[in-house]
Nanobody
Framework: QVQLTESGGGLVQAGESLRLSCSASKRTSSNNAMAWFRQASGKEREFVAA????????VFADSVKGRFTIARNYGSSTMYLQMNNLTSEDTAIYYCAVSRKSLASRGTEDYPYWGQGTQVTVSS
């Protein structure tokens, strides 16, 4: 069983930045893609960004493209999400997930392992 722990959430003002981190408990996740999803209050969980096992393949939601970057250390089970120029629309609980695949993908069905989430609140 892979356990995931997110950190780095908080309260910021519009235009500011935050960096989220996700650590996985088992090294097996280093061979798997990882991703960030988010869920705003009253809305469904949505895809944010994903990165392949070696970092070479990255996918972003259109809503964050150009503002967010995703990274992981090669062979590592730790992943990061750098969020710049935040807006109130980015307010949500952010979840880290590990895929059953090695390449990045957008569908929640590809991710059997999930963290508990970290709250990001952007005030306007």
């Amino acid at each position: 069983q892979v356990q995931l722990t997110e950190s780095g959430g908080g309260l910021v003002q519009a235009g500011e930045s935050l960096r989220l981190s996700c650590s996985a408990s088992k090294r097996t996740s280093s061979n798997n893609a990882m991703a960030w999803f988010r869920q705003a209050s009253g809305k469904e969980r949505e895809f944010v960004a994903a990165i392949s096992w070696n970092g070479g393949n990255q996918v972003f939601a259109d809503s964050v493209k150009g503002r967010f970057t995703i990274a992981r250390n090669y062979g590592s089970s730790t992943m990061y999400l750098q969020m710049n120029n935040l807006t109130s629309e980015d307010t949500a609980i952010y979840y880290c997930a590990v895929s059953r695949k090695s390449l990045a993908s957008r569908g929640t069905e590809d991710y059997p392992y999930w963290g508990q989430g970290t709250q990001v609140t952007v005030s306007s």
